[in-house]
């Protein structure tokens, strides 16, 4: 998943609570027990992470089915 997900756009955004332009980093999200890296937009203050709608609704629905089903 590292990295196909962010865009000029997404970088485009800043921290509603620091200001700062987000940057991408590696980050580990956790569903149901099971870990994931990715490469997502987070502030470089605070650590807030922007999750990308097409990721949550598209890529991270199909992975959070899967973890469902079994």
Do not use: H
């Amino acid at each position: 998943m590292a990295g196909l997900y962010a865009t000029e756009k997404d970088l485009a955004w800043t921290c509603a609570a620091c200001g700062k332009a987000l940057e991408l980093k590696n980050v580990e999200l956790e569903y149901m027990g099971s870990r994931f890296k990715v490469e997502l937009p987070c502030c470089p203050n605070c650590g807030l992470t922007l999750i990308p709608e097409d990721l949550a609704r598209g890529k991270m629905q199909e992975v959070e089915k899967l973890l469902e089903d079994k």
